[in-house]
């Protein structure tokens, strides 16, 4: 009976298979052209026949599901039991069918909205991934949202908020005496007593720059090395020196390159005695202004997993005491990098003097969307000009430095005020000890507590052997004496960090320090010396910064998922881990203050430049072959020594040469390719692709096979003069890709003759070159106006319209008819030319409000209009000023219903104009008063003002990411693809700093102005949102906090995170068209990183290996933007499932420190819950597990 039944089962099953063998070949004989010619031509009726044939059996087939399904598990049985050798059935394939864009040539609009996205958040590719068969189920655990910090109905309570303390500052810059930027400081002698000592940590530091004036490797062999060996011998030749170390790119190089057995030894020990403390511990002090917080992650857990590795520490206090100006998103990650103090330095020196006279330079640094003040960290700030020692000891600098005995005559370096140093004898001593006594008790009145800091060192301090004897035998004399003399009340001793910050908690109680909210930029050092020219410096680099971030956490995502599959073998991952480690490094080492920033001198820059370049093919390297095993067939673990399978189409031949894109040969030997593109972001994308292929006759189909609707428009090239690229086009088509999927769509060729509906040409407008001799296939709809263009030109593409007048410049956009004014304009600043009061690397110093930039009239001017994309170019030259090329593109992206346009500026600043700084400027009409938003590290939105008080160079702010203006009615928000500087000057409008090209040194020690400027390429976002009115949920109008929308936010994450396009270098080899996993889709979470190979200490000190993840749940404005957009990308509810990203049971998932190098609490079920603004890292061991 049992046999019968299973026999009948069999011959059902052989019956149901060979339907379904039927179906795949008639799938793939009319959809896959590699497998049949695609010059075929296909009328009409045809192909609706195919269509209705297909409908047919796949509904047959969805009837059918369950049956198959069934029998499946029964056949498996059998096979099981009788190890009988036959090749598995086809899985249904109608899973998956619904998530992937179909094109309907005849009602184009209506597929995407047949998509079905609401009905299951969830996506999965059940038939063809690797690992995790079952999708895992979605746990839901108890987490109260109101519970979470975030604030933004009232006026955030600090003591000290940055944004109204600007408002109440006169900015007076009077003349304090020998404290120039402060006052005359006065003490009560009677303060201190026997029990109420002053307490002095003197802590000797040296600041090393890993490149700066000379490269990275230039200092190291000069001057770090030197520090290094120094050190070891001299800390340890008396008990009480001590000494704090920061940059850990330094140490590594040190240690790998020269440090001896005994060097290590002795560097541990000195560790481990607390001797030397190793301070925040990055790879860098990274900047502040420009780096990404994604990359700040990187270069910190960069240095803090080799310090781990290597010593088993975990660094405790933060020193950032050059970077110019300070963001608040630092603290923040240093306080979940588990920091408990920092100590900053570069800040107005009007804003120091305020915070002094209320003592207030040591305060709780809280979120500006912290309600609930659990995000403080507390922070020293330095209070006088400068970290070295003429600027640390006290307010006198003409007494400090006469203590810098490295100035000792004879050594090379003086003091400017006229007075050295004195070596400290018998004779002297009781004199000089008043005096730096004297100095140190003045400083210690602007804090609140009897506990003084007073750093002893400057840049590359203390490299050689005479300089720690001058230093420390004088001051060792120094501390004895007054030590020894109990009426001076004091007990001075040298000190790490970690010494000062445990007296001073011990002295006062945390809470009886102020807390503050805001951000410390713009920074002016003296005079109107605003340091906002670096926010632009090198813009290039700048670019170039973002690009490789985002190739970074393309690869290590990649990887991640490649290695879990078990798809890599051992030689290869090792290979992929040693070529990330150098690309991270490199990305680590710009993050340097004097790296993104631009203020390196040519050579270092250059340096810097190469190392990135080498670090981006690096990391495409590691993203093709990764992605490339992520698609293989399953078991097949791949042993060739093959190693590249695919191209990344963004190919960068040269370290200040803007990339080229790879166009895709197509002919009758090789009609048909597939790419294949990478999604690194952790949500569900849509968006218009366009490639470059090398024939007009070409049709695309999706990973499934089914032909999509394609516009192919000719490219429009060039430096100065337009026209159009030969035997090249453009080739657009809409493309979705699941969160941290890989997916292939094919392109191939078709017959030139023969009727295609799913391809359509672009029409071509070209407007003042009717000299023009337009050679493009007959497709193309061309108009060529004849005469001089005397009027606006506008172009329209699904609800958005754009408006630009007859340069091409952008006048308006439009939504639903409904214009709205942006008028955009180039202008350009020129330097002030006085005595050190001019514009260089660091400084913007204008000579007045900036000037048009009139282009010569009539430039040549083309658009290009098609179904997906319409976009008008320009050239405009400048003679002696600069050459612009300019793209206004909309893409008709179905999943983003906003008015959205996509600017690209490609520019060169003239080499023969001398000092000139170009903006791009929007004016509108939006009520914004002197309002406007700008982003602190591409982590959250600080609400800024226009102050009148201040000069233009101070209103300038950086803009890593986006920026906007709103008022009642509408929001435009400008995002950008590079880190610049930007300004609000006036009502209504927002400026976006360029290019910056500067003859002069600023003489803030580059000893050069910028001059290297090369052909650059920027892309801004613009988007104009509608005010959803009445709105719940407005932010009270006293909060300083600001928030992207879901339509911004997902646009900025595309921007910063495009999708990896790759080409198969040999012939596609058959693999599959599809990798994903099953990950909940919402667009409020970001995967900051996702990486392999992380190590982490467990709470009894045991170092493990395993994966680490950084996730970020943004908080967004609901009250502008079109809330259709929610439906494409939907908001999660703060709970992520980390078996959705990798095949893990929850009891080896736990939370650590942002940079993974401590393990905390077990993750419950292995739900991550995030509070909104909250950044939390998770920690992955498959080995380690908890209950
Ligand atoms: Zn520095």
Request: glycine share 4%.
């Amino acid at each position: 009976m049992r046999i019968r039944k299973l026999s009948a089962l069999f011959w059902s099953t052989c019956i149901l298979a060979l339907i379904v063998i039927l179906y795949v070949t008639t799938d793939l004989s009319f959809k896959l052209p590699s497998i049949r010619p695609a010059y075929q031509e296909v009328d009409e009726n045809k192909w609706s026949s195919v269509e209705s044939k297909l409908q047919h059996i796949e509904k047959e087939l969805n009837q059918h599901n369950v049956v198959v399904g069934e029998i499946k598990s029964a056949f498996d049985q059998v096979v099981d039991r009788s190890h009988f050798q036959a090749p598995p059935p086809p899985r249904p394939q109608t899973e998956r069918k619904k998530d992937y864009v179909k094109s309907e040539p005849k009602d184009y609009d209506k597929h995407f909205n047949d998509v079905n996205y609401d009905e299951d958040k969830k996506y999965s590719y059940k038939d063809i991934k690797v690992v995790g068969e079952e999708p895992p189920k979605r746990i839901t655990v108890k987490f109260d949202q109101m519970t979470c910090p975030v604030k933004k109905d009232g006026p955030l309570q600090t003591e000290v908020q940055m944004l109204s303390l600007y408002d109440r500052m006169s900015f007076d810059d009077k003349d304090g005496g020998v404290w120039k930027q402060g006052w005359n400081v006065e003490y009560n002698e009677q303060q201190w007593n026997s029990k109420n000592k002053l307490k002095v940590f003197i802590v000797p530091h040296s600041h090393n720059d890993p490149g700066w004036i000379k490269t990275f490797e230039n200092y190291y062999k000069t001057q770090t090395r030197a520090i290094f060996t120094n050190m070891v011998e001299k800390l340890a030749e008396k008990p009480g020196r001590k000494f704090i170390w920061c940059e850990i790119s330094y140490l590594a190089l040190w240690w790998t390159m020269d440090a001896t057995d005994q060097d290590k030894a002795a560097f541990k020990s000195l560790l481990n005695s607390g001797n030397l403390e190793i301070v925040t511990g990055g790879w860098v002090m990274n900047d502040e202004a420009s780096s990404h917080w994604m990359a700040i992650i990187q270069q910190l857990s960069t240095g803090h997993q080799w310090l781990l590795d290597k010593f088993n520490y975990i660094p405790k206090n933060a020193w950032s005491i050059d970077p110019f100006g300070y963001s608040s998103a630092q603290p923040y990650l240093l306080k979940l990098a588990g920091f408990e103090n920092s100590v900053i330095q570069r800040v107005h020196y009007i804003v120091k003097k305020e915070l002094a006279l209320n003592r207030q330079l040591e305060f709780k640094w809280r979120q500006l969307w912290d309600g609930k003040g659990v995000t403080d960290m507390f922070t020293h700030m330095m209070p006088f000009y400068s970290y070295d020692v003429p600027h640390t000891c006290g307010p006198d600098p003409k007494i400090c430095c006469q203590f810098d005995f490295k100035r000792l005559p004879g050594n090379g370096v003086t003091c400017p005020w006229g007075v050295p140093p004195v070596k400290i004898t018998e004779k002297n001593i009781h004199d000089r000890a008043f005096m730096i006594l004297d100095q140190w008790r003045k400083k210690s009145q602007l804090y609140r507590s009897n506990v003084l800091m007073v750093p002893l060192g400057d840049d590359f301090r203390y490299d050689r052997a005479n300089e720690w004897d001058n230093q420390y035998l004088n001051y060792e004399m120094l501390i004895d004496y007054i030590n020894s003399n109990v009426e001076y009340n004091a007990e001075v001793q040298f000190g790490t960090l970690q010494d000062y910050f445990k007296a001073l908690h011990d002295d006062v109680k945390l809470s009886d320090f102020p807390t503050l909210s805001g951000d410390f930029f713009t920074y002016a050092d003296r005079n109107q010396h605003y340091w906002s020219g670096y926010f632009t410096s090198r813009p290039f680099y700048k670019n170039m910064d973002r690009v490789l971030l985002a190739y970074v956490r393309a690869a290590d995502s990649v990887m991640v998922q490649a290695i879990s599959s078990g798809l890599v073998s051992k030689v290869l991952e090792l290979q992929l881990r040693d070529r990330m480690t150098q690309a991270r490094n490199s990305l680590s080492l710009f993050q340097h203050h004097d790296g993104i920033t631009g203020t390196c001198r040519d050579e270092v820059r250059e340096d810097y430049a190469k190392k990135l370049l080498t670090a981006i093919k690096h990391a495409q390297s590691a993203i093709q072959q990764a992605s490339y095993l992520l698609l293989q067939k399953p078991q097949i673990v791949d042993q060739t020594q093959k190693d590249i399978f695919f191209d990344v189409d963004d190919i960068w031949r040269k370290h200040d040469e803007i990339p080229s894109r790879i166009t895709i040969a197509l002919d009758a030997v090789s009609p048909s390719r597939r790419v294949v593109l990478y999604n690194a972001l952790a949500f569900k994308r849509t968006e218009i692709l366009t490639l470059i292929v090398s024939s007009p006759h070409v049709e695309v189909y999706d990973p499934e096979g089914n032909p999509l609707m394609a516009q192919v428009s000719p490219i429009v090239a060039g430096e100065r003069r337009l026209g159009f690229a030969a035997s090249k086009f453009q080739l657009s088509f809409p493309v979705s890709v699941l969160p941290l999927a890989a997916v292939g769509y094919t392109v191939s060729l078709r017959d030139s003759s023969a009727i295609n509906k799913y391809t359509s040409y672009a029409r071509v407008r070209i407007y003042n070159a009717d000299y023009w001799n337009v050679d493009l296939p007959k497709m193309f709809a061309v108009e060529q106006v004849q005469g001089r263009l005397s009027e606006d030109v506008s172009f329209k593409l699904g609800n958005t319209g754009v408006v630009a007048d007859m340069k091409g410049l952008l006048k308006s956009i439009s939504t639903d008819g409904k214009p709205v004014p942006i008028h955009m304009d180039y202008v350009h600043y020129d330097s002030k030319k006085e005595h050190d009061n001019n514009s260089g690397g660091y400084l913007f110093v204008p000579s007045g409000p900036a000037a048009p930039f009139t282009p010569e009239p009539y430039p040549e001017l083309v658009i290009t209009e098609g179904i997906h994309k319409s976009t008008l170019y320009t050239s405009l030259i400048g003679p002696k000023k600069a050459e612009v090329i300019l793209s206004i593109s909309i893409n008709n992206n179905p999943s983003l219903p906003q008015s959205e346009i996509e600017i690209g500026n490609t520019f060169l600043i003239d080499p023969a104009s001398d000092n000139l700084e170009l903006a791009m400027r929007f004016s509108t009409n939006i009520q914004n008063g002197d309002v406007f938003y700008t982003d602190l590290n591409g982590m959250q939105m600080i609400k800024r003002r226009y102050f009148e008080k201040l000069p233009i160079q101070a209103n300038y702010y950086p803009l890593p990411a986006a920026a906007y203006i709103e008022d009642d009615n509408t929001r435009f928000t400008i995002l950008t693809s590079t880190p610049l500087g930007m300004a609000a000057l006036q009502p209504g409008q927002m400026e976006v700093m360029q290019d910056r090209r500067l003859s002069r040194d600023d003489n803030r020690g580059m000893n050069q102005g910028v001059q290297d400027n090369v052909r650059t390429r920027h892309t801004f976002r613009l988007v104009l949102e509608s005010a959803n009115s009445p709105c719940q949920n407005k932010t009270h109008p006293e909060n300083p906090s600001g928030q992207l929308t879901l339509g911004t936010h997902v646009s900025q994450q595309m921007l910063l995170q495009p999708i990896i396009t790759m080409h198969y270098t040999a012939q596609d080899d058959g693999s599959r068209p599809v990798f994903s996993r099953p990950i909940t889709n919402a667009a409020d979470v970001v995967l900051g990183s996702f990486r392999p190979h992380v190590i982490s200490k467990t709470k009894d000190d045991k170092k493990v290996q395993g994966v680490g993840m950084t996730f970020q749940r943004v908080y967004l404005d609901v009250c502008y933007g079109n809330k259709d957009i929610a439906k494409w990308y939907p908001v999660g509810d703060g709970q992520v499932q980390l078996s959705e990203y990798l095949d893990v049971t929850s009891s080896q998932i736990y939370e650590s420190t942002l940079t993974f190098n401590r393990i905390r609490n077990p993750i419950p079920n292995g739900v991550l819950t995030l509070c909104p603004m909250e950044i939390r890292s998770v920690f992955v061991n498959h080995t380690l597990k908890h209950d």
